[in-house]
């Protein structure tokens, strides 16, 4: 989030404080990372929201832009 912060884009980060979640910091990183090239690709210059929250003992991560959609 911040490279992409860096770059210029508008990014907001909504994280439930104290969230922890089992796995790999790698793995989780190149999906978000994934998600947000596609953001850049298909909505170039929309704000793009990121939120994550437990849910039913999992974490939910939601990535939202403003483009058209697929």
């Known amino acids: 989030v911040e490279v992409?912060?860096?770059?210029g884009a508008v990014i907001e980060l909504d994280?439930?404080?104290?969230?922890?979640?089992?796995?790999?910091a790698e793995?989780?990183?190149q999906v978000v990372t994934?998600?947000?090239v596609n953001?850049?690709?298909?909505?170039?210059?929309s704000p793009?929201?990121?939120s994550a929250a437990e849910?039913?003992?999992?974490?939910v991560v939601q990535v939202r832009?403003?483009?058209p959609g697929i």
């Open 4 to 7: 992409r912060r860096a770059g």
């Open 55 to 59: 849910a039913d003992g999992h974490v």
């Open 15 to 24: 994280v439930s404080a104290g969230l922890r979640a089992r796995g790999s």
């Open 27 to 29: 793995v989780l990183t």
């Open 65 to 67: 832009d403003h483009g």
């Open 48 to 50: 793009v929201h990121i």
């Open 34 to 36: 994934n998600l947000l």
């Open 39 to 45: 953001c850049a690709r298909h909505a170039p210059g």
